[in-house]
């Protein structure tokens, strides 16, 4: 079971071997060697909320709890918390103490003492002040030097594993940073391991203390950002909860910091992507933004067009995801967002583009890879494609041609694209747009499926009957009976056109 660990301090069995004390052992023994921080009198039967840890607990026995099973659970809570030891005034208020109250002081090693009824709490509370006095004064030290944390930040060029790095030493800390998810919270800074996850609170307004250390929430504006665990060090001398506190507020800043200079490179990447979809940056230009963004020198790129889930244009929700995805694969990124459509520029990489597949409620259409400072007219085209598809399939991402086999026999050249688009469907789309109506997104439905009239209706909405009127219609306006395979096949490949033009 993991417990508190003071490395500095008076050790309990120092404290009853003072022979103006006269404190005996009741239970407890294996627990002696254990150090004591402070010494408090608390009648509560849950003093755990005030706690730091490493104290010996006084109290008359209006705390001690009158049933086997509550005293049972009073020692483990104490001993949860930390707590060193235990002592009890003798001939005052102590209830009978049953077995299963020193079984569990046995269990857990926690020192059960016994205070004479003519030895004041005061005298015990004052034994074990003056014992710590010295290193009162060394967490004095400690805390001066690390409240000087923010006069390195602002006069030194030091990156995140640096200014922890003097955190440790000074404090007597390693310290943990992390989001409420287990994530990294700062680069440059190590995330829980699996044994000390669990110290983390579900709320940022949980206790402080925990085993062996202490755990403080890293506030952010509006919200809590994580937050930073800090573990005693074997042979240090911790420096106490303001230190911690200190360094919790000099990762909040560090994370301001951090949070500031990212904005900047995403404004800086949004114009990057905005001239490279407007044709208004040379290619040398481009390619040396994209390595001054992160991306590798010749390296392949992909264009990506992302929706939410159940959504058409990109939500509020969609932008932070896709930007938390592509921060956990490591990899640069360029966003830009146009009315309903959020792109994203990345690395070609499988990686990188699985981890923007496992981003919550989005779609993710991928252009084919090009290389950095090629125009984007083409990779535009086939990433709005491949987004439609994603959504029709309710897949999480789709690159251009994975599935499409009669789209990789159409050119790439968009006017050749769109004259066929206006040959074979012109008609309908001059009808479906003065009408309202919906001849064209039907005949693609029932393609789609293959030409089943009942469940193509069904996607749509409508009676099958409906639908039958809606494909006579279509062939009727545009002179194409679809009844005819020759007729069907040079419609569907329209159709597909129309999807690369990112219809």
């Not at 705390?63 to 707590?83: I, K, N």
């Not at 560090?254 to 290619?283: C, N, Q, S, Y």
């Not at 987004?387 to 990789?408: C, I, L």
Request: hydrophobic share 45%.
């Amino acid at each position: 079971m993991l417990r508190a660990v003071t490395t500095r301090g008076l050790q309990v069995e120092e404290l009853i071997r003072s022979p103006a004390l006269q404190l005996t052992v009741l239970a407890g023994q294996g627990g002696l060697a254990r150090t004591l921080s402070w010494a408090h009198v608390s009648e509560l039967e849950d003093p755990t909320p005030w706690l730091l840890g490493a104290e010996l607990i006084m109290t008359t026995g209006l705390a001690v709890p009158r049933s086997a099973a509550r005293q049972r659970a009073y020692v483990e809570r104490l001993d949860d918390a930390g707590v060193a030891a235990l002592a009890l005034s003798a001939q005052l208020h102590v209830p009978p103490l049953h077995p299963a109250f020193f079984a569990a002081a046995e269990e857990r090693s926690m020192p059960v003492l016994q205070v004479p009824l003519p030895v004041p709490f005061i005298a015990v509370a004052q034994e074990v002040a003056a014992a710590l006095q010295t290193n009162v004064r060394q967490r004095l030290g400690a805390q001066l030097q690390v409240f000087g944390a923010v006069r390195w930040l602002a006069a030194e060029d030091l990156d995140v594993a640096e200014v922890f790095a003097r955190l440790e030493r000074l404090s007597g800390y390693t310290f943990y940073l992390c989001t409420p998810q287990g994530r990294v919270l700062l680069e440059g800074t190590s995330v829980p391991p699996p044994h000390l996850a669990a110290l983390l609170p579900a709320s940022a307004d949980a206790p402080p203390t925990v085993p062996g250390g202490f755990v403080l929430p890293v506030p952010a504006p509006g919200d809590t950002a994580g937050f930073l665990l800090a573990q005693e060090r074997e042979g240090a001398h911790p420096a106490g909860l303001a230190v911690v506190q200190h360094v919790a507020t000099v990762a909040a800043l560090l994370l301001t910091f951090r949070r500031h200079e990212r904005e900047i490179r995403f404004r800086e990447g949004a114009e990057t992507l905005a001239e490279l979809l407007r044709h208004v940056l040379e290619p040398t230009t481009a390619r040396r933004r994209l390595e001054r963004a992160g991306f590798p020198p010749g390296a392949p790129v992909a264009l990506c067009v992302v929706r939410g889930a159940g959504t058409s244009p990109p939500d509020a929700v969609v932008e932070p995801a896709v930007v938390r995805a592509v921060d956990e694969a490591g990899a640069p990124v360029l966003l830009l967002r146009q009315q309903d459509v959020l792109y994203a520029l990345v690395p070609h990489d499988p990686d990188v583009l699985a981890a923007l597949g496992g981003a919550a409620d989005v779609h993710v259409g991928v252009s084919q890879p090009f290389a950095a400072g090629e125009p984007l007219d083409v990779p535009r085209r086939e990433a709005l494609w491949a987004v439609a598809r994603a959504v029709d399939s309710g897949r999480p991402v789709v690159a251009y041609g994975d599935d499409d086999v009669t789209g990789r026999w159409l050119p790439g050249d968009a006017g050749v694209l769109a004259g066929l688009v206006e040959h074979v469907l012109g008609a309908a789309l001059t009808y479906d747009s003065r009408h309202g109506s919906s001849l064209v997104p039907s005949v693609r439905t029932w393609l789609e499926r293959d030409r089943h009239t009942e469940e193509a209706a069904r996607a749509l909405g409508v009676h099958a009957n409906t639908l039958s009127y809606r494909l006579k219609r279509f062939g009727d306006i545009t002179g194409r009976d679809l009844a005819s395979t020759a007729a069907m096949t040079e419609v569907w490949m329209a159709l597909t056109a129309a999807r690369h033009l990112g219809d």
